[in-house]
């Protein structure tokens, strides 16, 4: 029985130990995380030295993939690629980390040349790998590659799995300027948001497309949408357009029903 009892003693310490290890670590992780989000770099640093001392970063991918995400947001794009390549065994959310950030900085070609090497090691795009391209190819206009990743897309069956990227592949044809292609995504998403609306609606209204966008409008509406402060900006635009005081006086009771005059 005395040795049963010190047996549990021990098994007790020892679970006490783990969960203080796991608690420790997800300070750790939480603290990387605000000094990118507050863009605290001399910190960020500092935490890094630590890790690196205590010959954590080859092991942890996490706090590595933490460590990029940090050094992306600050723009130290040179030092995020070094820590990436100290990691022994790299996952999505590491590449993730690493394409994310050249595509926040514009440096298109080499998220695209990562996007391709990820795959080369045997690693699969998941669905923010893909919406981070597609923001690339929006960004500059690259509609070929954007094709490219939709067929891609279609391939692997995620167009109707996954919201996220119905919504990015919308965004990015309507900034290549190719309306009927998003307007044929949108049509195919299997599941809609408000996003995904406004997305269609913003892009028309950017254009000069005031009656297309309030077309997306009434049939939003009809679907069960309800339209966020985002979706209303954009109505606004497109209302200035058409120069319809109809319909501005229609948005503008919808607005003040909804309480966001006073809160936005």
Known sequence: MELARRGLEGSDSLVTEKEK???????????????????NLHRGVIVHANLHKKG?????????TALIS?????????TAKEVFDQILIRNVVAWNALISGYVQHGLVDV????????QDEGVSPNAITFTCILKACGRIGLIQKG??????IIKRGLLGRDILIGNALVDMYIKCGRFSKAKGVFDMLLHRNTVSWTILIAGYAQHGLGNEAMSCYDRM???GFSPDAVTFGCLLKACSKIQSSVKVEEIHREIKKQGLLEKN
């Open 21 to 39: 290890n796991f608690e420790d670590h997800a300070k750790l992780l939480s603290l990387i995380k605000s000094c990118g989000e507050q863009k």
């Open 147 to 152: 094709e490219k990743v939709h067929a891609e």
């Open 70 to 78: 940090m050094y992306a947001r600050c723009g130290k794009l040179i």
């Open 221 to 223: 509406r009809n679907e």
């Open 111 to 118: 998220a695209f040349t990562c996007f391709e090497q990820m």
């Open 56 to 64: 954590l970063l080859q092991k942890d991918v996490y706090a590595s």
